[in-house]
């Protein structure tokens, strides 16, 4: 049983357009998600997080949005660069077991000059 | 500040023998985790310990698999006797033990059994 899905396995985008990517999870009880991004031969490298509290959260370039009631939230990046081309992970949480971050299987994001 | 440090990078060694991975977290962080990365199953957490001790070891796969803290900044995962079906990368992640604290991740560690 798969509590965090990210259903599209890659996404291709122009250098300076908006790159989406998708996460979708079914425990109600998390309040607590994260995206992570992952180049190759590195360890996941932390970006950014959401509380439930809230619906967006925004640092630089990158925004994440929270619907809690379609159990779905986005990373947004605008505008898109070249360093930007790794893999992406969301992850999500409950406050009662912080420790226990579940993990989606990762979105590969393309972006091309 | 340095980062999760993780040792060996690479470890290729022959089925049966036993393989023991390092990890150092951030100075100031007390909560450790080990994952597992996987074609098939992709991330997955394999145990977990805060303040040295063990609080979730639900993922570890079999006995064969045994984690330690041995002091507040050091883990060791260790696999005896280990398998083909252990390749994998293997990660450590520290976070301090406050609500709402992203993980740091090390650099893993390659894992061929042959």
């Known amino acids: 049983d798969q509590q965090v899905k990210q259903n599209s396995p890659s996404l291709s985008v122009q250098e300076g357009r908006i790159s989406i990517l998708n996460c979708d999870y079914t425990n109600s009880m998390f309040d607590y998600f994260l995206w992570y991004k992952k180049y190759p031969a590195e360890g996941p490298t932390f970006l950014i997080s959401i509380s439930s509290i809230k619906d967006k959260n925004e640092d630089g370039r990158f925004t994440v949005f929270l619907n809690k009631s379609a159990k779905h939230l986005s990373l947004h990046i605008v505008p898109s660069q070249p360093g930007d081309s790794a893999v992406y992970f969301c992850a999500a949480t409950s406050r009662r077991n912080t420790g226990k971050l579940i993990f989606g299987q990762g979105t590969t994001l393309q972006v091309k000059p | 500040d340095a980062g999760v440090i993780q040792s060996p990078r690479h470890e290729v060694t022959e089925m049966g023998q036993e393989v023991t991975l390092r990890c150092k977290l951030i100075s100031g962080h007390n909560s450790l985790f080990w994952y597992r990365q996987t074609m098939m199953r992709g991330l997955e957490l394999l145990i977990y310990?805060?303040?040295?001790?063990?609080?979730?070891d639900s993922g570890m796969p079999e006995d064969r698999f045994s984690a330690k803290m041995p002091n507040a900044s050091f883990s060791t995962l260790k696999i005896q006797p280990s398998e083909p079906r252990d390749s994998a990368v293997y990660f450590c992640?520290?976070?301090?033990?406050?609500?709402?604290?992203?993980?740091?991740f090390g650099d893993g560690t390659r894992l061929s059994i042959l």
């Open positions: 992640a520290s976070s301090r033990d406050r609500a709402n604290q992203p993980q740091h």
């Open positions: 310990f805060n303040n040295n001790v063990p609080i979730d």
